[in-house]
């Protein structure tokens, strides 16, 4: 079993940057994919990025690409996503999930077992 807490949300300006962490605890986190997903007021939860157990491989929603960052520190037990020239359709509450695919391409919400419990991005304008 997998345990996840985001943390690092917030108010930001327009333009602004932040950085969420994910702390897991559990003994397979080094052999899952992770993601991170947003869901914003009365939209579907979507997919944002995903790095591989290896942390070379990553994937990135196209609203997001040259923007976001997703990484992982296997020894810390924590993925980040830092979020840079953030956007006021960037609001949403952002989650970290985990999954035993390989592939960072699996961006289905319903493939992803493991989910923190959320962490609210608000960026003003």
């Known amino acids: 079993q997998v345990a996840l807490v985001e943390s690092g949300g917030g108010l930001v300006q327009a333009g602004g940057s932040l950085r969420l962490s994910c702390a897991a605890s559990g003994r397979t986190f080094n052999s899952l994919t992770m993601g991170w997903f947003r869901q914003a007021p009365g939209k579907e939860r979507e997919f944002v990025a995903a790095v591989r157990w290896s942390g070379s491989i990553t994937n990135y929603a196209d609203s997001v690409k040259g923007r976001f960052t997703i990484s992982r520190d296997s020894a810390k037990n924590t993925v980040y996503l830092q979020m840079n020239s953030l956007q006021p359709e960037d609001t949403a509450v952002y989650y970290c999930?985990?999954?035993?695919?390989?592939?960072?391409?699996?961006?289905?919400?319903?493939?992803?077992?493991?989910w923190g419990q959320g962490t609210q991005v608000t960026v003003s304008s």
């Open positions: 999930a985990g999954t035993p695919s390989g592939s960072v391409n699996t961006m289905a919400r319903g493939l992803y077992p493991y």
